[in-house]
């Protein structure tokens, strides 16, 4: 028999959930101190994608509003500087969708193939988490990106925001979930096995 919350949810999931919450608030802290190059290294993207396969979009969701709270008091005075609101709605929205469409895309694909369904998780939530931060750039702070792009040297706002401000990052945030996140759920799914 299957323990149970009072709400119905799983034990184990309510147990994972948190871990992986915790999971979040530490590697994103440390990620301020883990550097590649003249880039800090996020690896917090991996347990929202573990959340999204072991426990759903829910989960995935909540995780990526953990990740996005946690940037918003560690990580993001330059663009609350400029645009408070602007800065809430960009950095909340990333977190949340990236979260909402990785577990619902690990659901999708699931039915066919679960590690199929880990890698496309783990491929949507930087897209995704990328995308909407470049997007909020756009939409709430593009007179500030044109600034700091011609101070940088770059010739464009937009060649600074890819080249400048994500691409590195996001090239290795990319690689990282795809290589980690699979075999995380792999070795969580074989424990689940012999238990």
Avoid: H
Avoid at 90 to 109: H, P
Wanted: charged fraction near 10%; hydrophobic fraction near 60%.
């Amino acid at each position: 028999m299957k323990s149970q919350s009072r709400k119905g949810i799983p034990t184990k999931i309510i147990a994972l959930t948190a871990i992986l919450t915790a999971l979040v608030v530490v590697l994103q802290f440390l990620g301020q101190f883990i550097r590649f190059g003249p880039f800090a290294i996020s690896l917090v993207l991996i347990p929202i994608v573990i959340g999204a396969a072991t426990c759903g979009p829910k989960v995935s969701t909540w995780l990526g509003l953990v990740f996005g709270a946690i940037v918003l008091v560690s990580d993001a005075q330059a663009f609350i500087a400029i645009d408070v609101v602007g800065t809430i709605v960009t950095v909340l929205l990333k977190g949340v969708l990236a979260g909402l469409l990785s577990g619902i895309a690990y659901k999708l694909v699931a039915k066919k193939n679960i590690y199929l369904a880990v890698v496309i998780a783990a491929i949507v939530c930087p897209v995704v988490n990328t995308g909407v931060f470049l997007l909020g750039c756009w939409v709430f702070f593009m007179e500030t990106i044109n600034e700091w792009a011609l101070s940088f040297g770059f010739a464009s706002a937009g060649e600074y925001m890819i080249l400048g401000m994500v691409g590195a990052n996001f090239l290795f945030e990319l690689a990282t979930n795809i290589i980690l996140s699979p075999v995380v759920v792999r070795l969580l799914n074989i424990r689940k096995k012999t238990n």
